[in-house]
Nanobody, 126 residues
Framework: QLQLVESGGGLVQPGGSLTLSCAASGFSLDYYTIGWFRQVPGKEREGVSCLSSRDGSTYYSDSVKGRFTISRDNAKNTAYLRMNSLKPEDTAVYYC???????????????????WGQGTQVTVSS
């Protein structure tokens, strides 16, 4: 069974940090573009960051650029999102996703996704 499972969400104070993990099972992440998206109630799911398997190119939304870092460990079949300097507006459910044969821009900006994880809640509050 092909599955993506996120972990690492939780409650953090403004200015704090979290690292989200996305473990893949049933398939190898090696050849997939991976991405992190987030969604708050009443709004569309937005692309936060995407990472190409082909050339290592990355995409970051303007709202997280300089604060978040996407990475992958193919040996562990896991993707990560390191989030620093968190703000209350970063509060959302965060989803990881995979895509084949697409650019990071298409994946993150147009949500060209093959598979989604179930999501993990991140709450930034004092």
């Amino acid at each position: 069974q092909l599955q993506l499972v996120e972990s690492g969400g939780g409650l953090v104070q403004p200015g704090g940090s979290l690292t989200l993990s996305c473990a893949a099972s049933g398939f190898s992440l090696d050849y997939y573009t991976i991405g992190w998206f987030r969604q708050v109630p009443g709004k569309e799911r937005e692309g936060v960051s995407c990472l190409s398997s082909r050339d290592g190119s990355t995409y970051y939304s303007d709202s997280v650029k300089g604060r978040f870092t996407i990475s992958r460990d193919n040996a562990k079949n896991t993707a990560y999102l390191r989030m620093n300097s968190l703000k209350p507006e970063d509060t959302a459910v965060y989803y990881c996703a995979t895509a084949l044969l697409t650019t990071v821009q298409n994946m993150c900006e147009r949500r060209r996704v093959n598979s989604w994880g179930q999501g993990t809640q991140v709450t930034v509050s004092s």
